[in-house]
């Protein structure tokens, strides 16, 4: 019989509800992709290009969130409630802060950078009218982050889990009948997504808001005057801004990379767009142990107990690299049904599906060992470190690369799409080597200078 350790017991018992949490998140997506489908490329591409602009603004959003998430760990750790106070509001206003900044430049800005994106004028009437309603998620999700970071932290990630839960039928059903229209709906098309997915958020903002509210032993009273309370924002920025660089800096890559993709055939496009999803969703339960890492290691940190540091951190390793053996036969499953998931689509597009399969079978496995190798530097201090690994391999390298061969080179979609694990393959070793120096390194002086 396998004994599991203390820590890996932990781990899976906080990173189950995280993974099923993001597996959720993006079956919200796959489920508008599917209804959107039979409606046609033109939607269906209007659909891809406006969830990548919210998807960015949203990708801003979780990397503060995890930056707050960190730091209302380590207080947890502590078991000091005035830190956890002070860590989750001051969470809390930077994130709607810098929602409510990306709302207006929508608002005000969203005509022209649709007109950048495209020049295909019936794909820019459809994407604005998407985002006509998709801009008001990002203000609710803003709060509704900082929660999911917060219980995250306190180790209780079953209570997000049940948000989406109710959220997801929500989103599908009120997504379906905005499409297609009903006896008392108006049939909306590709919008009708956007109202859905509006909806089933500020459901789940409610729900959260009311768990926190009612969660027992949980003091989130401010006891601090305004001038401190201004002060601790400005601390909580500066310790989370790192944190939060990184994991924008890689959510504009991603966003990025797709915006280069539109500049591909509209069947490249769309194969990329309907292939996606899947990715995400396969990546989330390497992403979901790296969090759980991270949670724990922070925890750790907090409270000073650092023993079993760089074996807790081998485990996590070694663990990354089995899920995401699984996760790359799952998607070589997925391989073979992919053109009967979607049968609405033109040969070209199926065609293109079957190019870009061995590079997303692929990906899985060097993308997740860099993501826990990031998820735990982080958590140990090394933000900036990580951030030049990520900085140097994606926007210095693998970035320019993907543009130079779509937009000079007119390369294939293999071609342009097998950028992605070749970043991933030429960040792996500086991972490694700073992970090993990081870990034989860190001290309880570290741990101290971490906790404030």
Known sequence: MITLSPYVRRNISLAWPLALNALLMQSMLMI???????????PLAAMGIATTIVAFIMGIQ?????????????????????????????????????????????????????????????????????????????????????????FNGLGKTKIPFKGYLIELPINACLSYVFIYGTAVTPELGVVGAAVGSLAAIFV?????????????????????????????????????????????????????????????????????TLVLPWMRAGGQFITAWAHSSAITISQAIGSKQLADLEENVNVSIKLAVLISIVTMIFFFVLSFFIADIYPDMKAETYQALAIIAPIYIFLPLVRGYNTVHGHVLRAMGHTTAVFKINFTGQWVI??????????????????????????EIIKAYPFRYLARKAVKEFSNEHAERLSY
């Open 398 to 423: 693998s970035i320019p690369l993907c543009a130079l061969l779509i937009l000079y080179f007119d390369a294939s979609i293999f071609w342009a799409f097998a950028i992605q694990p070749f970043e």
């Open 62 to 150: 979780m990397a503060l969130a995890n930056g707050s998430q960190l730091v209302m760990s380590r207080a947890v750790g502590s078991q000091n409630s005035l830190s956890l106070a002070k860590a989750c509001w001051s969470g809390m206003s930077i994130n709607f802060a810098v929602a409510f900044i990306f709302w207006i430049l929508l608002v005000v800005f969203e005509q022209p950078l649709v007109n950048l994106i495209t020049d295909n004028p019936q794909l820019q009437v459809e994407v604005i009218r998407y985002l006509s309603v998709a801009k008001y998620v990002v203000l609710l999700n803003a709060i509704t982050q900082v929660c999911i970071a917060l």
């Open 32 to 42: 508008d992709t599917l209804l959107v489908s039979p409606l046609g490329e033109i």
């Open 204 to 272: 789940r903002f409610v729900y959260l808001a009311l768990c926190v509210k009612t969660l027992p032993d949980l003091d989130l009273k401010l006891k601090v005057d305004v001038p401190e309370g201004l002060n601790n924002i400005r601390k909580h920025f500066v310790e989370i801004f790192p944190v939060a660089a990184n994991v924008t800096m890689l959510s504009i890559g991603v966003s990025v990379y797709q915006l280069l993709y539109s500049q591909l055939s509209i069947n490249a496009y769309v194969a990329i």
